[in-house]
């Protein structure tokens, strides 16, 4: 599974992965700009600067989550709280994640030495944890891929995706109050008036300031003082208004080049049909085929959301009732991306009452087909939608194969969808 964050959020990324209970490691990178070294000039301040992530899952629930670039220094900044800054230095390397993960092999190894205890430990995995979210969960640009794997190991604990994506909405809703004034986790602070020490409201605060060196993120803060992120910017941000404080620059991730192959064929309409019934899929495809229609089907509606994003198709026939994922939630996640926003998604199912029309039409459905139905009042719906189909086509890409053999596999092969 793979794509762009332009067309398909993190939240829904995350649901996707608890929803299939997977096992694996979720790849995220955007570009930012490079923010200006000590001396840098101008030049190097504008140089993009890829930021990357990995989030380890484990049957559907996150064991660890960080940035790929090996520094050790937010690991440093939690064994502060707990006066262990210099417990890293005499430390072997560890055996454990050292390619992907470092520091959680680091972390592993001051438990195994008893430096932390843990439930130490489950405590700074749980502020990394939900670091890494705040950072996704706010980005709007950027790749991802997802691939299965054997899980992480061994897991100190692991966390509830839905409980944890929740918390950390509500995070960033409170932080983006402070918005323009605080912009990001990552702006370091400097204090450009000295302050009395009456004009902070408490001893904490008073030394929270005297981390403001303009070299210390507000992220590196919120560790330090053991508290969290909007907490932080909430203490700061009257002598952020004032003036009293300055933030360093920060700038917007910019969108990297495509690298996700553009699937969408223009020739004819593609239309893709999702039901994890063998016989309707084989009987759609025969009358849209026949038709001058590009038709592919998709029997799991997991492997579905990933490949819809490759094939592009301008008109979805999805069933309702099926297994994992039913097609109601399907459909919403599909609508929650600007790909798919417009695209006209046919809803089918066995039931034709109110209620089901009610959801259909709540999740975002265009429009609904009741089975069994014949090939008159499909090719109707269709035509309605995506116009005629072309029979003296040349023969269509086979895009699903060729995509099920580059994508990564969420069920067995032996239960590709037929053509």
């Avoid at 762009?4 to 649901?15: H, K, N, T, V």
């Avoid at 439930?119 to 980005?139: A, H, Y």
Wanted: glycine share 6%.
């Amino acid at each position: 599974m793979q794509g762009q964050l332009a067309e398909i959020d993190i939240r829904s990324i995350l649901q996707l992965i608890e929803l299939g209970q997977r096992t694996g490691e979720l790849y995220v990178e955007a570009y930012l700009p490079a923010l200006p070294a000590m001396g840098a000039d101008s030049a190097q301040s504008k140089t993009q600067s890829p930021h990357s992530w990995l989030v380890f899952f484990l049957n559907g629930q996150i064991v660890y989550a960080g940035t790929t670039d090996g520094n050790l220094n937010r690991l440093r900044g939690y064994l502060h709280r707990y006066e262990l800054d210099d417990s890293l230095k005499d430390l072997d390397v560890p055996a454990i994640a050292t390619f992907n993960s470092p520091e959680y092999g680091y972390l592993w190894a001051l438990l195994e030495n008893h430096t932390l205890t843990p439930e130490q430990g489950r405590q700074i995995l749980n502020g990394m944890v939900q670091e890494t979210l705040f950072d996704l969960l706010s980005l709007h640009q950027g790749a991802f891929v997802f691939k299965l794997s054997a899980g992480l190991s061994p897991q100190l604990t692991t966390f509830e995706i839905s409980s944890l994506v929740a918390t950390i909405t509500t995070q960033i809703q409170a932080w983006n109050q402070f918005y323009p004034h605080i912009q990001s986790p990552h702006q370091c602070p400097s204090i450009l008036q000295k302050l009395q020490s009456h004009e902070a409201e408490d001893e904490k605060t008073a030394r929270m300031l005297r981390w403001m060196d303009g070299n210390t993120s507000i992220q590196q803060i919120a560790r330090y003082w053991n508290k969290g992120l909007v907490t932080v910017a909430k203490a700061i941000y009257p002598y952020v208004r004032q003036g009293i404080i300055h933030l360093s620059e920060v700038t917007a991730p910019i969108a990297p080049p495509d690298s996700v192959e553009d699937w969408q064929a223009i020739q004819v309409p593609r239309i893709v049909c999702v039901d994890d019934g063998v016989t309707i899929r084989q009987a759609i495809e025969q009358i849209l085929d026949e038709h001058g229609y590009e038709a592919t089907s998709i029997g799991n509606p997991l492997r579905a959301l990933s490949l819809l994003f490759q094939l592009r198709p301008d008109l979805i026939l999805c069933d309702i009732a099926m297994p994992e994922l039913e097609g109601y939630e399907l459909c919403a996640m599909l609508r929650q991306s600007s790909v798919f926003r417009q695209t006209p998604i046919i809803m089918l199912t066995g039931k034709d009452g109110f209620i089901d029309r009610v959801k259909a039409r709540m999740a975002g459905a265009t429009d609904y087909l009741t089975k069994p139905f014949g090939a008159h009042e499909l090719l109707t719906l269709v035509e309605k939608y995506v116009g005629l189909g072309n029979p003296t086509r040349p023969q269509p890409n086979r895009l699903l194969e060729q995509a099920i053999q580059d994508d990564l596999e969420l069920e067995p092969r032996s239960s590709t969808p037929s053509r």
